[in-house]
């Protein structure tokens, strides 16, 4: 059963830069894509960014292409995601999710696995 543990989120002033982490445990990740999520009062859960972990393929949602890096920690069987120049429209609650599939989607009901969400608040 794949385990998933987000930490690192907070309260942070605009145009300031947080790095968020999953910890992944219960299967071998070799076959599996790694995935951010983020989800606003009363709006629908969007991607973020996803990364395959056998290689390292990324991809990223449009809004926020050039400020976020996905990025894998074999040793430690962690997924990081480093956010920069942050906006109040970056308020959420962020979740790590894992598809066990090659490919990467940005349709959260693809992923089987989640974690319980960290929030991250950016102030104006």
């Known amino acids: 059963q794949v385990q998933l543990v987000e930490s690192g989120g907070g309260l942070v002033q605009a145009g300031g830069s947080l790095r968020l982490s999953c910890a992944a445990s219960?299967?071998?990740?070799?076959?599996?894509?790694m995935g951010w999520f983020r989800q606003a009062p009363g709006k629908e859960r969007e991607f973020v960014a996803g990364?395959?972990?056998?290689?390292?393929?990324?991809n990223y949602a449009d809004s926020v292409k050039g400020r976020v890096t996905i990025s894998p920690d074999y040793a430690k069987n962690t997924v990081y995601l480093e956010m920069n120049s942050l906006k109040p429209d970056d308020t959420a609650v962020y979740y790590c999710?894992?598809?066990?599939?090659?490919?990467?989607?940005?349709?959260?009901?693809?992923?089987?696995?989640w974690g319980q969400g960290t929030q991250v608040t950016v102030s104006s």
């Open positions: 999710a894992a598809r066990k599939s090659y490919y990467s989607t940005s349709d959260y009901r693809d992923y089987d696995s």
């Open positions: 990364i395959r972990w056998r290689g390292g393929a990324t």
């Open positions: 219960g299967r071998t990740f070799s076959s599996y894509v």
